[in-house]
């Protein structure tokens, strides 16, 4: 069979340091006079919203902050932003932070358009048409929601991350400021740094567009891997390897911190157009239970499922190996593969990410559950290079356990 695909992008992305001056002029252009910025306290204090304010004020828009952000937001912390902005009425939405806010801002955007409440988007195709106009500005290096396609809550009730899946979730426009990222504390940088490599790896990975199984009669947003794709994970793969350590260790170090901004974007437009796979399966129901940040629980089962995937990703894992700086002349496939899960778990070792289930809390029984929720997560374990069962997930969990 021969590939077909398409790809989805951010409407317009504007990169750079000093790209938020911009903010005005994209006001201007989407004619926006009421703008609705969804944030939180942490980003107050670190004065970031006060470095938006001026640019959106030339443009002459009205502003509302919600500040009431939180990470890992659940669906009901949702609710409280949306009513806000039912009393509002913007006529654009601004999410300001890290993947939380931005999401929480997706939701808002959606809900404002097509009323509902959240949890009627949750899954893939449910929102019928365009959102509010919205605006995204990542203040960290990670999710690439920015120019992705979803938005993540946390069930509180079945302790499982959901998603919304979209295209309309698609911001109108992604402004990728690397200034704004520069007081990420540490864990931060890490924890969403190791998402981003999580993203670029799930995604070059992926099983192939050609052999993509998606069942008659069935319509997905994730697309299986691709050559465009591939151009955006690899670079995003080698701009990880050469700047993540370095973000973590000096904050300051803006050639890092702009580095890293550019990875999460390109892994972002990578992972939403072909998908994650049995790391992020895995990560819902672990995140769910621990609350562990996304990118902790990623960081953490990265290697156990990049070691069951590579017998099917060989050839890839060597180059992701190459990618991540590491000496692989003289190597056969399988050692230079093997050579990639080594870096990984080097680097994870290195910015302290946890290396271990039990070091968040994870007990032993829980495992199976856990591998249950997992299993029946469609969308994202059909993306997985390497067939998957229960039995599998479990094997992986355990090994990680
Ligand atoms: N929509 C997507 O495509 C997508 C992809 C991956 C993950 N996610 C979701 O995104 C969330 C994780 O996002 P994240 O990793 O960006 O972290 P986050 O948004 O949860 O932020 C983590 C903490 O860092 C703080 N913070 C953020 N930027 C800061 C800055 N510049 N200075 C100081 N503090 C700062 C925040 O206030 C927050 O307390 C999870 O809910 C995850 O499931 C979404
Ligand atoms: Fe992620």
């Known amino acids: 069979m021969r590939e077909t695909w398409t790809f989805h992008s951010a409407g317009q992305i504007i990169f750079g340091c000093n790209a938020a001056l911009q903010l005005g002029e ?44 939180e990470a890992e937001p659940s669906l009901r912390a949702a609710e409280a932003c949306i009513s806000r902005g039912r009393r509002f009425q913007p006529d654009a939405v601004l999410g300001l932070g890290g993947g939380s806010n931005m999401d929480l801002a997706k939701i808002t955007a959606t809900v404002l358009a097509h ?53 309309y979730l698609r ?47 069935e319509k997905t947003l994730y697309q299986g891997r691709h050559p465009l794709a591939d151009a955006l994970a690899t670079r995003a793969i080698s701009l990880i390897g050469a700047n993540l350590r370095r973000a973590v260790k000096n904050g300051n170090d803006l050639e890092a911190r702009e580095g890293m901004a550019l ?44 070691r069951f995937n590579l017998p099917a990703r060989r050839a890839e894992f060597a180059a992701i190996a190459r990618l991540l700086g590491e000496d692989v002349t003289g190597l056969d496939d399988q050692a230079a593969a093997e050579r990639a899960i080594h870096a990984v778990e080097q680097l994870r070792a290195d910015i302290g990410i946890p290396l271990r289930l039990r070091d968040l809390g994870v007990r032993q029984e829980q495992v199976r559950l856990y591998a249950e929720k997992a299993i029946t997560i469609k969308r994202i374990m059909r993306v997985n290079p390497r067939p998957v069962t229960v039995e599998n997930l479990e094997g992986i969990l355990n090994a990680a356990f």
């Open 263 to 306: 990875a999460a974007m390109l892994a972002g437009l990578a992972f939403s157009n072909v998908g994650v796979a049995a790391v992020h399966a895995l990560e819902y129901p672990v995140g769910g239970a621990t609350h562990c940040s996304h990118g902790a629980g990623n960081g953490l089962l990265l290697p156990f499922v990049m």
């Open 26 to 69: 994209v006001a201007k252009q989407l004619n926006a006079k009421r703008v609705f910025v969804i944030t939180d306290s942490i980003l107050v204090k670190a004065r970031l919203v006060d470095r938006i304010r001026g640019p959106l004020a030339e443009s002459g828009a009205a502003l509302d902050v919600f500040d009431g952000g």
């Open 115 to 167: 009323g509902g409440a959240p949890k009627d988007y949750v899954g893939e195709f449910k929102i019928p048409g365009p959102i509010r106009p919205l605006i995204c500005l990542p203040t960290t290096a990670g999710t690439g929601s920015e120019v992705s396609a979803a938005s993540v809550f946390t069930d509180t009730d079945n302790q499982i991350k959901v998603g919304i899946l979209s295209n």
């Open 171 to 217: 911001p109108r426009v992604a402004v990728v400021d690397p200034l704004l990222t520069v007081s990420c504390p540490p864990k931060v940088t890490a924890d969403s740094g190791i998402d981003a490599l999580t993203h670029a790896i799930e995604a070059y990975t992926a099983v192939d567009n050609a052999d993509f199984p998606i069942p008659p009669g």
